[in-house]
T-cell receptor, first 113, second 113 residues
Framework: GESVGLHLPTLSVQEGDNSIINCAYS??????FIWYKQESGKGPQFIID?????DKRQGQRVTVLLNKTVKHLSLQIAATQPGDSAVYFC????????????FGKGTTLSVSS | ETGVTQSPTHLIKTRGQQVTLRCSSQ?????VSWYQQALGQGPQFIFQ???????GRGNFPPRFSGLQFPNYSSELNVNALELDDSALYLC????????????FGPGTRLTVL
């Protein structure tokens, strides 16, 4: 699989590989984190979320890992498919009224068959 | 599909004009947040509406204003349009005001000439 330790704007993988997309968040007080997938010309699509009382959460083919010590979030996609090609954003939030989502820099995932 | 709808899909305006964008939230959601997404960037928070009141605002000037209606649909109004207002405008609805998953609509692409 392909993995990166630091945020990279682009990630290219082969179909069937595992992909790991990294994100550094900014606010140590943030307690809610979301990964979104955005395809060209569309709005962000919810993938998976995690709260600060957890280190890991799994969905269908996706896993999110949270490391609060270094303020790092990662998204792992298993058996990456061409349909996974998109821009992926992490977002952080506080569990307070009126709180915005703060989006990280996106990573463009390209999957070739 | 999230059930969040936005209209219009695309819009072209000239500098100095005013524009109104519309959003219908997902059924059961009482909170709407608006974001501006410039090309190649992550979404930036404009403001949030909860039960017809503004409930949080990002770093946008007062010429960006909004409304929320009793059925929780919302409008974003931008006066005195500037070239830099060209962007994808996204609305997101959520069940609550903080720490709740925000589901995005497809966006309105605004071009200011």
């Amino acid at each position: 699989g392909e993995s990166v330790g630091l945020h990279l704007p682009t990630l290219s993988v082969q179909e069937g590989d595992n992909s790991i997309i990294n994100c550094a968040y900014s606010n140590s007080a943030s307690d809610y984190f979301i990964w979104y997938k955005q395809e060209s010309g569309k709005g962000p699509q919810f993938i998976i979320d995690i709260r600060s009382n957890m280190d890991k959460r799994q969905g269908q083919r996706v896993t999110v890992l949270l490391n609060k010590t270094v303020k790092h979030l990662s998204l792992q996609i298993a058996a990456t498919q061409p349909g996974d090609s998109a821009v992926y954003f992490c977002a952080e939030s506080l569990n307070q009224a009126g709180t915005a989502l703060i989006f990280g820099k996106g990573t463009t995932l390209s999957v070739s068959s | 599909e999230t059930g969040v709808t936005q209209s219009p899909t695309h819009l072209i305006k000239t500098r100095g004009q005013q524009v109104t964008l519309r959003c219908s939230s997902q059924s059961g959601h009482n909170t709407v947040s608006w974001y501006q997404q410039a090309l190649g960037q992550g979404p930036q928070f404009i403001f949030q509406y909860y039960r017809e009141e503004e409930n949080g605002r990002g770093n946008f000037p007062p010429r960006f204003s909004g409304l929320q209606f009793p059925n929780y649909s919302s409008e974003l109004n931008v006066n005195a349009l500037e070239l830099d207002d060209s962007a994808l405008y996204l609305c997101a609805s959520s069940l609550g005001t903080g720490g709740d998953t925000q589901y995005f609509g497809p966006g309105t692409r605004l071009t200011v000439l």
